[in-house]
């Protein structure tokens, strides 16, 4: 059997069409600076009006939908008030000289990171224990096609009894009051993530000898063990993390630290809202700067935890750390980059360590820490 | 589009798994008996029912599947091409249990998600025959379609384990699955796969009978135990397919003579005209008793393929006829050209 065909671009095509472009926001901006920042901010609400767009499909029921679209409404007036903030801040971070290009990358920049921001905080156990049966119903990420982030989103609420429901709604619009403020604590991200625990328990279960803790459902267990890419199916992806929760609390891990994975893990990255060329991509190295933190203007170092093997080679690499800097973001942790170039600096690893291998560190562990910088040129 | 992989136990299943295509109105081959289905002649392929039961369990939707089952379980109509609802339902459930090109890993989740479920309720009749019907595959893809003799040591032990364990779960949940005539199908799988006798066998097919009348999809398993490579004979085949007419479809003439006999000419490697007992004016009558009550345009085009094997040029070109611009692939074998070609021949 095959996945349904919905990669998670499709809300990336409805940005690159309907959204603000860069260059298109360059031309607003050779007007006077108020109206081409009124201008910006406009075809940034309207973007967010897309990402939030109340799905109409019929199995969506009525109270549901009057529900999303009032909650809607009061986001999207709260962000009429936030974008020319937000513009203002970065216009005097930028000064006279800021150039169009560089005030619109980082108006993008805060709204991605909040959108992220907004599916990783929690607003209360409540809330929390709501969502989770909500997740872990089974069947439900036959995820039908509502053509928005938020459509994606309603299954959740579908999914829970009516007297469930306002639990969710109000944990939603609490959510959203938290847009443009600073989340304090962030809890952090998990280490290892939820795809870390799914890919080792995959990798043993492949082994054939390995009893599986907790069931897939066979499509996913289908796309897993034929080799399929489970990240280029939303439903796929939703079954994977579900998985991986349901085996979170079956081993007694907190309903509040497996939630958190979940959430990181479902969390839409800079990447899922933007859109390289397949082309182009494909035909990149893979420890090249990635072309979505150069398009996004996105800098800074990934620290490498790099072992080696009993000769000193280069054995593998995994991520230690890392210092993300990213226009427009300043006031969070940029939780929607951070990963950008965690792929890429592991790609690398095998070759930028060879120069320290040859540099004879002295080091006794046959564990490593290795800087990778990402400049923008 | 998910791939389908139906063996003979899919076809144990249902009538008409293997029939295709859409249709229009078909009146024409009726023999005046029944009354012929009016509307659109189904592909005779899928069911909407069948499309669903897929659907619950490829995502892993218990409750789903329970609802569309006790929907299903008693229900007596034959639909979609001459299935029942729940044989439809044993089709969709198929698909996910013979998912093409599946390796273990895969039967083992498919096995533990069951099992829970069997686990978890244990007072809930398809539960236990969902885990039952898992080990069956997991020890199916142990097996693989090859001849006995072909089959590895290791592999061939692992596929007697998992058949065995399947012959417990339907044993210890005997009393709860007393109603179910899927259950009696089900150990007549197991039965078979396990050297079983023959009486046994068709002691359960009346069972699953007697439990649900239209469910004659005992009657299909007890012919393939008939085949000759299952330890049977063209004698006791032909006795099996007459036995079918009689009780399983009464009122429909010899429509099941023709489809079990229709569903074994791979089992008769192409010489099924030469080998058995196949009496092909009772075949060709059974096919038209079978779209005088059930039209769909894969039992057509099966009908014109095995009158093309059973050499009556008369009835091939009137079929092809009937089915004019519609010919179905996975109906013919590549044969159509050929069958069409002769069937033109003066």
């Known amino acids: 059997m095959n996945f349904k065909n919905r990669v998670v671009a499709t809300i990336v095509a409805g940005f690159a069409v309907a959204g603000p472009s860069v260059a298109a926001s360059v031309t607003a901006l050779h007007g006077p600076a108020s109206a081409a920042d009124r201008q910006l901010g406009e075809a940034y609400v309207g973007w967010i009006a897309k990402v939030f767009e109340v799905p109409m499909t019929p199995d969506v029921d009525a109270p549901l939908r009057d529900a999303l679209t009032i909650m809607v409404n009061a986001h999207l007036d709260h962000l009429r008030i936030l974008l020319p903030k937000w513009i203002a801040e970065e216009r005097a ?13 980082a108006i993008h920049n805060r709204i991605v990171n909040e959108l992220a921001l907004w599916r990783i905080e929690s607003p209360g156990a409540d809330y929390d224990a709501v969502l989770i049966r909500a997740i872990l119903r089974p069947g439900i990420c036959n995820l039908p096609v509502r053509g928005s982030y938020l459509g994606e989103l309603t299954t959740w609420f579908q999914a829970v009894p009516p007297a469930d429901r306002p639990i969710l709604l109000a944990g939603e619009r609490a959510l959203l009051e938290h847009w443009g403020t600073r989340r304090e604590p962030l809890p952090p991200r998990p280490d290892p ?20 803790d907790v069931a897939m459902p066979p499509f996913l267990a289908n796309s897993v063990f034929k080799g399929e890419v489970v990240n280029s199916s939303t439903d796929a992806q939703c079954a994977l993390h579900q998985w991986g929760l349901a085996r979170a609390l079956h081993r007694g891990d907190s309903a509040r630290a497996a939630l958190l994975s979940w959430r990181y893990a479902m969390m839409k990255t800079a990447s899922d809202w933007s859109s390289p060329a397949p082309i182009e991509a494909a035909k990149r190295d893979a ?9 996004w203007a996105i800098a800074g170092w990934v620290d490498l935890r790099v072992v080696r093997d009993p000769q000193g080679h280069f054995a593998s690499a995994s991520i230690a750390n890392r210092h993300i800097v990213v226009p427009g973001v300043a006031d969070n942790p940029p939780v929607a980059f951070e990963t950008l170039f965690d792929d890429a600096s592991i790609a690398g690893a095998p070759l930028r360590f060879k120069s320290i291998d040859s540099r004879a560190d002295g080091t006794a562990s046959n564990a490593v820490t290795m800087r990778i910088n990402w400049n923008l040129q | 589009m998910r791939g389908f992989s139906f063996n003979r136990l899919s076809r144990t299943c249902t009538a008409l798994l293997l029939a295709a295509l859409t249709g229009t109105a078909m009146g024409a081959i ?30 892993g939707d218990f409750d789903r599947l329970e609802k569309i089952y006790n929907s299903v379980r008693q229900s007596s109509e034959f639909v979609d091409g001459g299935a029942t609802r729940l044989q439809w339902f044993r089709v969709g459930l198929a698909r996910v249990y013979e998912e093409d090109d599946a390796t273990d890993p895969y039967f083992a989740q498919l ?5 829970a479920w069997a686990v978890e309720r244990p007072n809930s009749p398809l539960a236990q025959l969902l885990y039952a019907r898992a080990l069956y595959a997991r020890a199916r893809s142990f097996r693989g379609g090859d001849y006995a003799s072909r089959v590895l040591p290791p592999a061939w032990q692992e596929f007697k384990k998992y058949i065995a364990l399947e012959k417990v779960q339907l044993e210890r949940n005997a009393d709860l699955l007393k109603n179910e005539s899927t259950a009696d199908i089900y150990l007549m799988m197991v039965i078979r796969n396990d050297d079983g006798s023959f009486e046994t066998l068709r002691a359960l097919a009346l069972d699953a009978l007697a439990r649900n009348s239209v469910d004659d999809g005992g009657f299909v398993e007890l012919a393939t135990a008939s085949l000759p490579k299952w330890g049977g004979n063209a004698t006791r085949f032909d006795t099996v397919a007459r036995e079918a007419a009689r009780r399983a479809r009464p009122a429909s003439g010899m429509a099941m003579y023709s489809y079990i006999y229709d569903q074994a000419t791979d089992d008769f490697e192409g010489e099924m005209f030469e080998v058995s007992e196949v009496d092909w004016p009772t075949m060709r009558q059974g096919f038209r008793d079978w779209m005088a009550r059930w039209p769909n345009l894969y039992m057509l085009n099966r009908f014109a393929r095995d009158a093309c094997h059973a050499q009556d040029k008369p009835t091939t070109r009137e079929v092809l006829d009937l089915i004019g611009n519609r010919p179905l692939a996975r109906a013919w074998d590549n044969q159509f050209e050929s069958c069409r070609r002769w069937a033109l021949e003066p």
């Open chain 2, 30 to 59: 009726t023999t005046g008996s029944a009354p012929a289905a009016s509307g659109p002649m189904p592909e005779g392929i899928t069911s909407r029912i069948a499309d669903e039961s897929a659907d619950a369990l490829w995502y």
């Open chain 2, 111 to 115: 096995e533990a998600m069951t099992h």
């Open chain 1, 287 to 295: 420890a090249a700067y990635p072309l979505v933190a150069r398009q």
């Open chain 1, 93 to 105: 971070r930028g000064g006279s000289v800021l150039p169009p290009g560089d005030l619109s990358r």
């Open chain 1, 193 to 212: 993530s939820l795809a870390d625990d799914e890919a080792s328990e995959i990798a043993r279960l492949r082994s054939g000898k390995a009893v599986p």
